[in-house]
């Protein structure tokens, strides 16, 4: 096991090659997709400071396995933000860095719910939208990447949604129980699934050994 910064630094100083980069993107040829990845690129570093913000509230508020489920969302979510910013560079195109965002920090109850908020906004309407703007350009490599980033938000709505019903009246008795019931995270560094147990198989979502996979320690 590795602890959450040193995965961190891993992701983001290891570029793995992905199946999908046997092309440059061309900017006169595929001017909707570099956008688009530079778009997304950015969504997901913004939620990947996020949920550290929210994992570090949780450990302040004395709830250190709910922490450790938001480490490992951040953990995914620098690696789908690591893959759209290799395309990007493969391709030789500056990638768009923005100033480091502002983010509101609430008690964990309310950080639990923006981040499943957040999770159902990228699900239902942000993911679909790119894959549409970008499919006439037929980029494939772009749309393989986002399409294992949208399946791997979907694991972590899985994840978070036992969270959401107990983020009303009865959060306390619900944050309570999960600290009584640890689980292990585990990422894949192809791709970002996110899994309570190592496959039986490949991934699941990029179909690569599970040996890819890491698991998240948890915080001492």
């Known amino acids: 096991m590795i602890t959450q910064r040193a995965f ?60 450790h489920l938001l480490f490992a969302l951040a953990a995914s979510e620098a690696i789908h933000a690591r893959n759209f910013r290799q395309i990007l560079s493969d391709a030789g195109i500056e990638v768009k860095e923005r100033p480091s965002p502002e983010i509101k920090v609430s008690t964990t109850k309310e950080n639990l719910k ?14 679909p939208d790119y894959l549409e703007r970008i499919k006439p350009e037929r980029h494939e490599g772009t749309i393989l ?10 694991q972590h709505r899985t994840l978070i949604e036992k969270i959401q019903s107990g ?10 129980t999960i ?13 970002g699934s996110t899994m309570l147990e190592l496959p039986k198989g490949p991934c699941p979502i990029c179909k690569n050994s599970i040996a890819e996979y890491k698991e998240i320690e948890k915080e001492k």
Request: charged share 20%.
């Open 8 to 67: 961190l630094l891993c992701v983001i100083a290891t570029m793995i090659p992905l199946i999908l980069l046997s092309s440059a993107v061309s900017q006169s040829k595929y001017p909707e997709t570099i956008h688009v990845l530079q778009e997304v690129y950015g969504r997901e570093i913004q939620a990947h400071l996020t949920y550290l913000a929210y994992a570090q509230k949780a450990i302040s508020e004395d709830s250190p396995n709910i922490a």
């Open 145 to 154: 990447t986002l399409t294992y980033a949208w399946e791997a938000e979907k």
């Open 167 to 176: 983020t009303g009246m009865f959060f306390g008795m619900l944050a309570r």
């Open 179 to 191: 600290e009584k019931n640890p689980h292990r995270y585990f990422v894949c560094q192809v791709c």
């Open 114 to 127: 923006n981040a499943t908020q957040a999770e159902l906004q990228e699900i239902d309407h942000k993911y």
